[in-house]
């Protein structure tokens, strides 16, 4: 299956507002034809997503262009995550959020449902997670990882302070993990932001996850309020 030009499809269709074109798609050629739902959510909406981004960045589509293409996107990854199998939860938390500022939620969502469906116990917080919240959040869930999302570059600087007031909130205790397009643009997004590591789309994602999570002391995050 070309899930290039199944992508492409999708978006033609995102940018044209036709929902049951781009669920259709998603759900009929790829789903019914044998398609991984994994495969799927990374290729065709995650790629589908990219593409919408850079468009807008370019002004070739406008802001409400950027809207309805997401509106639609967020329709069928809810769809997308019924259909998928989910592996026996590994009794691991993690909260997920995108920082202070960040609102477009929908890339960290794709990932937070990704790590649902390996297992982990997700809190997912959504956009614009007030700092001071997410450290109270963090004092009461007691998560084995933390994941913070920026999609905009003028965001980087939300995320460093964020970062920051986690360290001094509960040291090296609680692994961070950084991710989004706007940490795709540092050359080493983790040393730069003070994380613990990055992950670049929802596969490593997984894979970046696992060893944070292998080495975390969870009587240590009491922390400092």
Not at 64 to 80: G, K, S
Not at 94 to 110: I, K, N, W, Y
Not at 168 to 193: H, K, M, N
């Amino acid at each position: 299956m070309d899930l290039d030009d199944l992508c492409a499809r999708f978006v033609k269709a995102q940018l044209a507002g036709d929902r049951r074109e781009a669920l259709r798609l998603v759900l009929e050629e790829g789903v019914g034809r044998g398609a991984p739902t994994a495969e799927l959510s990374l290729r065709v909406l995650e790629a589908a997503q990219r593409e919408i981004g850079l468009l807008w960045q370019d002004n070739r589509i406008s802001v409400a262009d950027e809207h309805l293409a997401t509106a639609i996107a967020q329709v069928v990854l809810t769809h997308l995550y019924r259909l998928s199998p989910a592996s026996p939860l590994i009794s691991k938390r993690v909260v997920f959020g995108c920082v202070e500022g960040e609102h477009h939620d929908f890339p960290a969502r794709l990932a937070a449902d990704a790590l649902d469906l390996a297992g982990y116990d997700v809190r997912f917080l959504g956009a614009d997670v007030p700092t001071e919240s997410l450290v109270s959040m963090l004092h009461r869930e007691r998560p084995d990882l933390v994941a913070l999302s920026v999609t905009m570059s003028f965001n980087l600087r939300s995320l460093r302070m964020t970062v920051a007031r986690l360290r001094s909130a509960f040291g090296d205790a609680l692994p961070i993990l950084v991710g989004g397009a706007a940490c795709s643009t540092l050359a080493d997004p983790a040393g730069d932001l003070g994380a613990d590591a990055f992950a670049r789309d929802a596969r490593e994602l997984i894979e970046v996850a696992g060893r944070l999570v292998a080495h975390v002391r969870p009587q240590a995050l009491g922390g400092t309020p």
